[in-house]
């Protein structure tokens, strides 16, 4: 059980490069999102999906695709990398809430520097 | 909308000290969930709690409390007896509980604990 599987570590890209994130979970979650942390504001939500399939936007989702085409893999796509983005960001994922008393569980996130 | 505040950004305990973590929420759904969190130096997010809006007994595990009080809009977090290995970055948490709004976690600011020897 490897949990939530975040590549790659670490990321310097130029502006204006485009890359992807990846988010792999073999939890079989329901529930996949992606945060990204910067110093004083927490985390904030990017985008989150609860199925495959089905993406909803979060509170800062601007410059960011993201797509869920299995249970297993949420993928975050940055299309034209601009230094605001650079952040630490962290994919989560979780069953649904009936299921249990569990939280989301966090990936080890991706330090991302654009120059 | 959501709002999660940790108005305290940065405690400084000796070990052994008991220290309290606030956090005030602001929400209009009648359900929801409430989460703390923890972020040591190593940066990894470790879930600590979830606590449903319609239970608000009191939780405690180990040397972890936590106080939920609805009529205050606050799920507090007590450490007692502090070690240095509780020193991390510590966040609460808010999401609706109903269906696909589950997903959609706010974090307050988080606090800094630093516990000193």
């Known amino acids: 059980n490897a949990g939530v599987t975040q590549t790659p570590k670490f990321q310097v890209l130029k502006t204006g490069q485009s890359m992807t994130l990846q988010c792999a979970q073999d939890?079989?979650?329901?529930?996949m999102s992606w945060y990204r942390q910067d110093p004083g504001m927490g985390l904030r939500l990017i985008h989150y999906?609860?199925?495959?399939?089905?993406?909803d936007q979060g509170e800062v989702p601007n410059g960011y695709n993201v797509s869920r085409s299995t249970t297993e893999d949420f993928p975050l796509r940055l299309l034209s990398a601009a230094p605001s983005q650079t952040s630490v960001y962290f994919c989560?994922?979780?069953?649904?809430?009936?299921?249990?008393?569990?939280?989301?569980?966090f990936g080890s996130g991706t330090r991302l520097t654009v120059v | 909308a959501q709002k999660v505040t940790q108005a305290q950004t940065e405690i400084s305990v000796v070990e052994k000290e008991d220290v309290t973590l606030d956090c005030v929420y602001e929400?209009?759904?009648?359900?929801?969930?409430l989460f703390w969190y923890k972020q040591p130096p190593s940066g990894e997010l470790v879930f600590l709690i979830r606590?449903?809006?319609?239970?608000?007994q009191n939780e405690i595990s180990g040397r972890y409390s936590w106080n939920f009080q609805k009529s205050t809009s606050s799920f507090n977090f007590t450490i007692t007896a502090s070690q240095v290995v509780d020193s991390a970055v510590y966040f609460c948490?808010?999401?609706?509980?109903?269906?696909?709004?589950?997903?959609?976690?706010?974090f307050g600011q988080g606090t800094i604990l630093t516990v000193h020897p």
């Open positions: 989560a994922s979780s069953y649904f809430p009936g299921r249990g008393n569990y939280g989301y569980t």
């Open positions: 939890m079989n979650h329901e529930y």
């Open positions: 999906s609860v199925g495959a399939g089905i993406t």
């Open positions: 929400t209009r759904d009648t359900t929801y969930y």
């Open positions: 606590r449903n809006s319609f239970d608000e």
């Open positions: 948490a808010l999401s609706p509980a109903g269906g696909t709004s589950y997903g959609k976690l706010t």
